[in-house]
């Protein structure tokens, strides 16, 4: 249990990393470029999606800061409750940035093709730096909504080892 409870911590300290670079990447990034005599400036606030990605972000990374400090305290948990929040608790932050960073990839596409319909220019060409750094950022918020949806799995045995294999719902102990 040592061995999983050190891979739990390293998994939760990559995913802190890769949502507060991702996190930085899309804060942080704006571009202003001279177009026909009129500086026109771009940053992450002119799409809804990532700035959602944003909020995200940095919720989810605090969240795992907060059970990378309760892992401290909480050193061995003989209850079910405790693992249970924790489990649904994981399970709905791998989720919800798996689904923000879907949607600001969709939003990212629409920036890169441009739409005739919608009268949306294609950004890429006139703001390429701004466009490499948010792909970057969805590569990076990929990255961590897979190693979330690993973390959850780990989570998961955590939770249903405590329970016995013949009786639903049982402890081990009571079995």
């Known amino acids: 249990m040592v061995k999983l409870r050190e891979t739990e911590v390293i998994l939760r300290l990559c995913i802190v990393f890769f949502l507060l670079l991702t996190s930085c990447l899309i804060g942080l990034d704006s571009q202003t470029k001279e177009i026909a005599y009129i500086h ?3 940053s992450f606030r002119y799409l809804l999606a990532l700035e959602a990605e944003l909020y995200i972000d940095v ?6 800061l907060v059970q990378l400090g309760l ?3 909480n050193v061995e948990q003989k209850t ?3 693992k249970w929040f924790s489990y649904l608790l994981d399970q709905t932050a791998a989720y919800v940035v798996f689904a923000g960073t ?8 629409l920036v890169v093709t441009g739409s005739r319909e919608l009268q949306w220019m294609k950004w890429c060409y006139k703001f390429t730096r701004f466009c490499f750094q948010m792909g970057s950022a969805i590569i990076l918020n990929y990255i961590a909504a897979a190693l979330m949806v690993l973390l959850s799995s ?3 045995f955590n939770l249903f080892r405590l ?5 639903f719902f ?3 102990s009571s079995s």
Do not use: C, D, M, T
């Not at 879907?102 to 596409?109: E, V």
């Open 154 to 156: 780990i989570s998961a």
């Open 163 to 167: 329970y016995s294999p013949k009786r």
């Open 170 to 172: 049982r402890f081990k």
């Open 102 to 109: 879907s949607a600001a990839a969709q939003h990212s596409l």
């Open 40 to 42: 026109k400036n771009v």
């Open 71 to 73: 892992g401290w305290y």
């Open 80 to 82: 079910s409750n405790p």
């Open 59 to 64: 919720v989810v990374a605090a969240y795992n």
